[in-house]
């Protein structure tokens, strides 16, 4: 209580929390040798005269990075931030503890002792977290950390600690997450390392020429980072994917962006007393991903905007607390939106009459006017060097003009009637462009936009698989004075950033990537350079081996298909 921000608690009930833990969770006193283990050191510190160094971190928002992935964030949210070449967290932790020989250890994230040290409020009885040999219930299978923590996530009657612990609880799920793909990938690491790979080609001279070069070793290793969803690899093998099914099924027609709305009635209705959504990330995703799989289901089995033939969609975690979907949909030849009047029935670009259609104008009025920026907002995230980069207001139109340069410029007529956004007039040129059927189903900010042209689709591809969302951070120290010492070299750390929603989502297991379609990869290569796998030593019978060679069979297979039309059909 002496501590200034722990001024506004209530001593009562500080006291009663203290004494309960001292009575009951069996890391109490381990806490309090740990504390006076810092209160020597820190009056050790002021007898020799040194001050404390106090070190800050800031996150930098610099418009020459990807702001697609360095966005600033715009909610108040726990997240961690790390630094990774692949966006891989760390397997290690510098959690330490002080042991009984008076040496500081280092507690592994596997340790079951682990959860209920840094979370005594999650665990004010001391329980054991997840362990390696822990096995599900009446059942031999062993338990993964995906598993235990998911459980641990999930709406029972009893009462549930981390759904109202706030912003701890924001904490644990990222931590969780963090350790499991940890976890992850040092399994993938520790037993793959012998797993190598080589052309035929160089494995038959090795083989050959064994005694000639014996104590050297042929391949190199064989990891799997594209496994790992959202490192550069997985997301580029996806985009592969993805323009595979462009080159099938042509361009993409529709470019629809979706947004959770935390006031939904199946999230609020579901919130406990005193809670607030973005404390319940758990309830926020599992209703986003309901949504979203009913949206799919109507655009790509009730046709609503079309006969689909062909859909892709992403979903993205930016720095504001909420999920959100991004759906490149393909239609069929009869239903592409050639003409304006196509445009018109799809996409609507202006607010409409607040008498004729009351729910729909309340529902643009409150998810689809952009900012309002400019003058009016100078400091909005869509801002830079005093322009909006998204070209808000958008000019007036009279006529939809379904292709300029790629995109098309929508029907906004100027109505002289203006309409007011908080302290704000607006008007059609700040209109997002939605379509009125799924923007009064769904509630939320639903965007949806006409491809025009081929040229869009890079674009598009870019935006959808742009990676792990980062962050620039800056390591700042003070000195004696309680200055910032802004001569000194600064420390920049390109670093991955990860909130709640996101490692809920991942808990849940949820898609974060879905195609309509699959995709067979058929490696190009010249003769006898195709690449085998094996394990180290077994160097001559990977040589015997059959070839794993997809490529010429389907070359045969399409020739064999060739002829037999041509047989059918002279």
């Known amino acids: 209580m002496a501590m200034v921000a722990n001024s506004s608690c209530d001593q009562d009930l500080m006291l009663h929390l203290s004494t309960f833990m001292r009575d009951n969770n069996p890391y109490a006193q381990a806490y309090k040798m740990m504390y006076e283990v810092g209160k020597d050191e820190a009056d050790k510190a002021r007898e020799e005269g040194r001050a404390p160094v106090e070190i800050s971190m800031a996150l930098i928002t610099d418009r020459k ?3 697609r992935r360095y966005n600033a964030p715009r909610s108040n949210e726990v997240a961690i931030v790390f630094q990774s070449g692949d966006g891989a967290p760390a397997f290690n932790r510098d959690f330490m503890v002080k042991s009984r020989s008076n040496q500081l250890e280092r507690v592994s994230i596997l340790h079951p002792g682990i959860d209920p040290m840094v979370y005594p409020l999650l665990f004010p009885y001391g329980e054991p977290g997840w362990t390696i040999d822990m096995y599900q219930h009446g059942n031999a299978r062993k338990m993964t950390q995906l598993m235990y923590y998911s459980y641990f996530l999930a709406e029972r009657p009893q009462f549930n600690p981390l759904f109202y612990a706030g912003k701890l609880s924001q904490q644990y799920i990222v931590d969780a997450c963090c350790k499991i793909e940890a976890n992850r990938l040092y399994y993938i690491e520790q037993h793959q390392k012998e797993l190598r790979c080589e052309s035929y080609t160089a494995l038959h001279d090795y083989v050959a020429n064994k005694a000639e070069n014996l104590g050297l070793k042929v391949g190199k290793k064989v990891i799997l980072p594209s496994s790992f969803a959202g490192s550069e690899r997985n997301m580029t093998m996806h985009y592969q994917d993805a323009m595979a099914i462009i080159r099938k099924y042509g361009k993409p027609d529709l470019f629809i962006t979706m947004t959770c709305n935390p006031k939904w009635k199946e999230i609020s209705e579901n919130l406990k007393d005193g809670q607030q959504p973005e404390f ?27 006969v689909c033939i062909a859909h892709v969609y992403v979903i993205e975690f930016q720095k504001r607390g909420l999920p959100h979907a991004h759906i490149l949909i393909i239609l069929a030849a009869e239903d592409k939106p050639r003409s304006a009047d196509l445009v018109d029935n799809l996409v609507s670009a202006e607010i409409p009459d607040r008498e004729t259609h009351p729910r729909i104008y309340e529902a643009v009025m409150k998810h689809m006017i952009h900012g309002p920026c400019g003058d009016a907002n100078k400091s909005c995230q869509c801002m830079a060097d005093g322009k909006c980069t998204k070209e808000f207001p958008k000019a007036f139109n009279a006529e939809t003009n379904p292709n300029v340069n790629g995109y098309p410029l929508y029907r906004r007529r100027d109505t002289i009637e203006r309409h007011r956004v908080g302290k704000n007039d607006v008007h059609n040129g700040w209109v997002v462009p939605y379509n009125p059927l799924l923007l009064l189903k769904y509630n939320c900010h639903l965007n949806v936009e006409v491809c025009a042209s081929i040229k869009s689709v890079k674009y598009l591809f870019k935006y959808v698989y742009k990676g792990h969302d980062c962050a620039n951070v800056e390591i700042r120290q003070k000195d004696g004075s309680g200055a910032l010492e802004h001569n000194e070299v600064k420390h920049y750390l390109d670093s991955r950033y990860v909130s709640a929603p996101e490692e809920t989502w991942r808990i849940f297991a949820f898609s974060m990537h879905k195609q309509s379609h699959s995709v067979e990869k058929l490696p190009v290569h010249l003769p006898n350079e195709e690449i085998l796998y094996f394990q180290e030593g077994e160097e001559e019978e990977a040589k015997e081996r059959d070839r794993d060679d997809r490529l010429t069979p389907w070359f045969k297979l399409n020739q064999e298909n060739e002829n037999a039309r041509q047989y059918l059909y002279p």
């Open 65 to 67: 990075n990807d702001q």
């Open 280 to 306: 319940r990330p758990d309830l926020v995703a599992g209703v986003f991903n309901i949504k979203l799989n009913v949206l799919i289901h109507d655009i790509t089995k009730k046709n609503i905007l079309g």
